[in-house]
């Protein structure tokens, strides 16, 4: 993983990588109209977005399924 940033969360000093994400401009508007109206950051809104795809959706496969190969 190249230009990665790792740094120390001021939260339960867990260590965090920053990382930049294109979305369209449709979805940019939502984001910010969630974020504001539960006041909190963006940024808050995407991780809680991934934490909950990541504890919902199951396992991705660890190998390369067959018709892909």
Do not use: D, G
């Not at 939260?11 to 294109?22: D, F, L, P, V």
């Amino acid at each position: 993983m190249a230009n990665r940033r790792v740094q120390a969360s001021r939260k339960n000093n867990e260590r965090t990588i920053r990382a930049s994400i294109s979305f369209t401009e449709e979805q940019y508007v939502e984001l910010e109209q969630l974020a504001t109206t539960r006041h909190v950051s963006l940024a808050w809104v995407v991780r809680e977005a991934v934490q909950r795809y990541l504890t919902e959706c199951p396992q991705m496969p660890t190998t390369e399924p067959e018709e892909l190969k």
